[in-house]
Nanobody, 115 residues
Framework: QVQLVESGGGLVQAGGSLRLSCAASGSDFRFNVMGWYRRAPGNQRELVATIISGGSKNYAESVKGRFTISRDNAKNTVYLQMNSLKPEDTAVYYC?????????WGQGTQVTVSS
């Protein structure tokens, strides 16, 4: 059974940084795509960033230049380095991974940015 376990969320002041991690396990197949989505209160879940196994990255316009996604294929782990955080980045952040069998989600980790 595939499991995605996130860590690294928390409370930070505006302008600060956090690093999220997501470790995937239970898959016999490579995760071709890994990434992060987020859901702010009252909003729909939205893409933050994705990275494919070859290293190509995609970012939401709202986080470009501030967030950096990376992955360690050997560890099946994806990271999200978040710098220059803003109050509007406050949300539950969800890890996302896709392999040959389907798409999987983590349980979410809360990120709160105070002004």
């Amino acid at each position: 059974q595939v499991q995605l376990v996130e860590s690294g969320g928390g409370l930070v002041q505006a302008g600060g940084s956090l690093r999220l991690s997501c470790a995937a396990s239970g898959s016999d197949f490579r995760f071709n795509v890994m990434g992060w989505y987020r859901r702010a209160p009252g909003n729909q879940r939205e893409l933050v960033a994705t990275i494919i196994s070859g290293g190509s990255k995609n970012y939401a316009e709202s986080v470009k230049g501030r967030f950096t996604i990376s992955r360690d294929n050997a560890k099946n782990t994806v990271y999200l380095q978040m710098n220059s955080l803003k109050p509007e980045d406050t949300a539950v952040y969800y890890c996302y991974a896709v392999n040959a069998y389907g798409a999987y989600w983590g349980q979410g980790t809360q990120v709160t940015v105070s002004s």
